[in-house]
Structures are given as structure tokens and as C-alpha cells.
């Protein structure tokens, strides 16, 4: 049970390409989640999915898109990146039912630098 | 908008102290209060809080939440080099969504 995993870990890209960033986790979740986290700014929320082929909104979803096909693949597309985009990522799943509903399991980040 | 506030943003102490971490939250719709440590990689959960007024437990880590107050506490008590790291507090605002709103974290750090 690898739980939450993300590739890459790191990556650099230029100002304007694009790029993938793949989440996939083996729990069986509805939920998932991708956060950007900033130095000292906590975690904010990009965009989520309750369940296969249903995404929405986050806080911060300028510059960004998903999709989910699959319960288990939760992709994240960056599209003509910025140095603002410059973060690290989590995605993060949780349980549809059952208990703890609300408790979220994070992968591992993958560090991003746009120059 | 949801708004989750931690305090201090950073705290130094000495192995063997204990330590009390704040978290301040308004949230429409409540529904619960999380608490994760992170080190160097992914945040770890640690509590879970849906109750006022009711302790979880665990190990030197405890919490509580006060829902009338809106607030939460962590609490570490003879803390070791291994409790440096960034605690976070999260509010789930509820709905059928569980969105959750993070704090900006507190800073940890324990010197031996």
C-alpha cells in the first residue's frame, strides 16, 4: 500500500513551457486534493475532486487545470508557467465515507522552480 | 472567506520544555479542526477535532478545541529535538465538499 504518490519530485522549468505533475494513490479514496505551499504562506488549495470525471475550484486555480479519469489519478496540468508558480505541490486524498471522513493523506511535494 | 490563524509563527525552545501552539479559525459551516506536523516532506496528521472541550491524546502531543471561542491548542510537553518541524492547523468548512483551509504554520524548533 504505497498510500499518496507523486512524480516528480523536483523540476525546473522555463517561463512558458508546461508540464504534468501526476498524483495517484492506491486507497481507494473519492477525494482529492492538490495544494501549493509557499514558504511561510501554509497550504493553499488549487483545485479538488469528489470523485472520477468531477473537479472543482480551489482558492488559487489561476495558471492551472485537472483532470480525473480515474479514482486513482488526479493529474495536474500547469500551463505556460510563471515564476509564480515557483512552489512545492502536494496532492492529497481522503475517504468518501466511513471514518475519518475529514482526514486528509498528503504525498510526498514535488519542488517546482519556473526561471 | 474562510480564515485560520496560528500563533506564534515560530517558537524556539529547549529539550524538556513544553509548548503550547494557537490556532484561531472562522469558518462558515464547521465541521472540524485538523492539526498536522510537517518535517521535511508531506504533512503527517496528528488530531482530528470535532468536540469542544474534549482532550485527544497522544503520546506528549494532546489537543483540544473550543468551538464557542473558536479555537484549538496543541500542546507538547518534554519536547525533543525529533518535535522540530512546522505544525499546521486546517478547519473543514463542511458541505459535501471537505475543503480544507490551512493556517500559515507554526515554526518548531527544539534545540538539544
Known amino acids: 500500500n504505497a498510500g499518496v504518490t507523486q512524480t516528480p519530485k523536483f523540476r525546473i522549468l522555463k517561463i512558458g513551457q508546461s508540464m504534468t505533475l501526476q498524483c495517484t494513490q492506491d486507497?481507494?479514496?473519492?477525494?482529492m486534493y492538490w495544494y501549493r505551499q509557499d514558504p511561510g504562506m501554509g497550504l493553499k488549495l488549487i483545485y479538488y475532486s469528489v470523485g472520477a470525471g468531477i473537479t472543482d475550484k480551489g482558492e488559487v486555480p489561476n495558471g492551472y487545470n485537472v483532470s480525473r479519469s480515474t479514482t486513482e489519478d488526479f493529474p495536474l496540468r500547469l500551463e505556460l508557467a510563471a515564476p509564480s508558480q515557483t512552489s512545492v505541490y502536494f496532492c492529497a486524498s481522503s475517504y468518501s465515507r466511513g471514518a475519518p471522513t475529514d482526514t486528509q493523506y498528503f504525498g510526498p511535494g514535488t519542488r517546482l522552480t519556473v526561471l | 472567506e474562510d480564515k485560520v490563524v496560528q500563533s506564534p509563527l515560530s517558537l524556539v525552545v529547549h529539550e524538556g520544555d513544553t509548548v503550547t501552539l494557537n490556532c484561531s479559525y472562522e469558518v462558515t459551516n464547521f465541521r472540524s479542526l485538523l492539526w498536522y506536523k510537517q518535517e521535511k516532506k508531506a504533512p503527517t496528521f496528528l488530531f482530528m477535532l470535532?468536540?469542544?472541550?474534549i482532550e485527544k491524546k497522544s503520546g506528549r502531543l494532546s489537543s483540544i478545541l473550543d468551538k464557542k471561542e473558536l479555537f484549538s491548542i496543541l500542546n507538547i510537553t518534554a519536547t525533543q529535538t525529533g518535535d522540530s518541524a512546522i505544525y499546521l492547523c486546517a478547519s473543514n468548512s463542511g458541505g459535501s465538499n471537505y475543503k480544507l483551509t490551512f493556517g500559515k504554520g507554526t515554526l518548531l524548533t527544539v534545540n538539544p
Open positions: 470535532t468536540s469542544s472541550g
Open positions: 486507497m481507494n479514496h473519492n477525494y
